[in-house]
């Protein structure tokens, strides 16, 4: 035990740096927290160890009770206000009156187009004019995750990403969260690995992999809301 809690250490301290480095070659960071068990950590090391970061949180309108309660957990643990980014009103009205209030089962267009509204464009309204964000994304997640790179440019949205928890296993993540009593979604202990909007988000069963619960009813391979691109960004210039 006492070994895996240095290596958790030497690991974490290797992230602070990475986060410290980002702040230090591209001045304005901002970390989009998902508010999963990856996010636990970031918060934990960022709100105590790099608070030049801004963090945010995007409020769907379609999110677990669950995930609300986590939100006021982490501001009274931290004593700090977690900044909300919510979907355009007039561009939300238009696509439930259209598309109807459960509409993106019925298409993967109508599913994206959801995603893009309630997700995508908040996303982009609160990374405006910033030089880097953060992301907690992990090579064991997914195939197309398991390209990802540290630092990489992200075309798609005009700045750099940084994503310093690559190479942290599911189970370092929670002995992070554990040894240091953190909170966390308590959907997580009702086998829901990864947590995304109530009604595109299932627990998984024995077997299935860790993502299997988001958009179970498509494809494996569009499986992505569109923050993460399905193909391989281009990496950083050393």
């Given amino acids: 035990m006492g070994e895996l809690l240095n290596r958790i250490e030497q690991k974490a301290e290797a992230v602070r740096t990475a986060l410290a480095e980002a702040v230090g070659a591209h001045h304005s960071v901002i ?17 105590t160890q790099v608070p030049q970061i801004e963090i945010f949180s995007i409020d ?96 798609q949205h005009g700045l750099y990403k940084v994503s310093p928890l690559l190479d942290w296993s599911e189970a370092e993540i929670w002995q992070y969260i554990r040894t240091r009593k953190l909170p966390y979604n308590v959907l997580h202990d009702r086998q829901f690995p990864s947590i995304g909007c109530e009604p595109c988000t299932r627990a998984i069963q024995p077997g299935e992999s860790r993502r299997a619960g988001r958009w179970w009813w498509e494809q494996t391979d569009s499986r992505e809301c569109g923050l993460h691109p399905r193909a391989r960004p281009v990496a950083a210039e050393a």
């Fill in 60 to 155: 769907t309108g379609r999110l677990h009770q669950e995930t609300y309660d986590l939100m006021e957990k982490l501001q009274w643990r931290y004593r700090r206000t977690l900044r909300l980014v919510h979907p355009d009103a007039t561009a939300l009205a238009k696509l439930t009156a259209e598309r109807g209030v459960n509409g993106f089962y019925h298409s993967l267009d109508a599913r994206l187009e959801c995603c893009q509204i309630r997700k995508i464009e908040p996303f982009k309204r609160a990374i405006a004019g910033f030089g880097a964000w953060v992301t907690g994304v992990r090579r064991e997640q997914s195939a197309a995750r398991a390209l990802a790179q540290p630092i990489e440019w992200d075309a």
């Fill in 31 to 47: 970390y989009a927290n998902s508010l999963g068990a990856e996010a636990m950590v970031l918060t934990d090391i960022i709100w």
